[in-house]
């Protein structure tokens, strides 16, 4: 059995559900049999990039994945206000204001730190028990509440963007970011943004076109980073379907502490690991208060709080004493 993650660079027009199911499909094929699959953090179909996907015992950190903050490369174009805010929804709104590089560049640090933004309509969130698309795709007027999210960092992106994506109508995405005088006017600009977990790029992008006097809408939204996986970690779908044709599953899975990179290594005698693994409780501990992966020798134990000197079972992990 599989334990850790696959790092998916997933396409435009595939779904997360799909991706699992991709991922399911090719560990079926190598004779792996039934692995427990999930994704940690939903992208949409229209969206490319970083799709972490754990398997086995990881499954037991996505939940933390959900919570972690990303990283999004996204073009707004201006002039032209969609349904869903993206590139194939229903137009419902136009302008001729097309605004400067030197206006939007004004107007970034306001939409950098805590702010409140209305999800789109067109979004996943439930309203009266059902989905918010669900409702808007049916004809009802969908009214959603302001949430508070956190844009960490937000600038222009001055570099191409790269991977394996195009826009509806088949031209290569190029990056949209725009060189020249800050006079000049904008069709359209990508910027990069780094968010907290219930951000929506596409609220974002909405609101910088209306605080600059016009409307817009993203035609392209490519995760970078999620928590701590990177495009630099990503494998594409052909490099996944290879598992499946007998290619070597170790080439693309990460550990399962790779989704803990940011959580300090505690280390546990055998007679440790295994009151751990007992669900009993360990005293006199020297580690500050906080967070640790507990590890016996280099085999994932347990997710514990050490809190005085004592310490708290936030994840066990069922793992072999050997690593495989």
Known sequence: MPHGWIVLDKPVGLGSTQAVGAV???LREAGFGKVKVGHGGTLDP??????PIALGEATKLAGRMLDASKVYAFTIRFGIETAGLDAEGEVVATSPVRPTMGALTAILPRFTGPIEQVPPAFSAIKVGGQRAYARA?????????????????L???????EGPSCESDGRPLTGGALTGSARAELDEITLRGHVSKGTYIRSLARDIAHSLGTVGHVT???REQAGPFTLDQAISLDKLNAIGQGAPLEDVILPLEAGLDDIPA?????????A????????????????YLAKSGAVPVALIE?????????RGFNLPDVAE
């Open 24 to 26: 399911k499909r090719n």
């Open 46 to 51: 229209l969206a490319s990039g970083v799709l």
């Open 137 to 153: 795709r049916a004809g009802e007027a969908v009214e959603l509440a302001a949430r508070a999210v956190t844009i960490h960092a």
């Open 155 to 161: 600038s222009v992106r001055p570099d191409p963007v």
């Open 220 to 222: 392209m939204l490519r």
């Open 266 to 274: 505690l280390c546990l005698s055998p007679e440790e690991a295994g």
């Open 276 to 291: 751990v693994r007992q669900g009993r409780v360990l005293t006199g501990r020297p580690q500050s208060d906080g967070l």
């Open 306 to 314: 050490v809190q005085s000197g004592m310490t708290r079972i936030v």
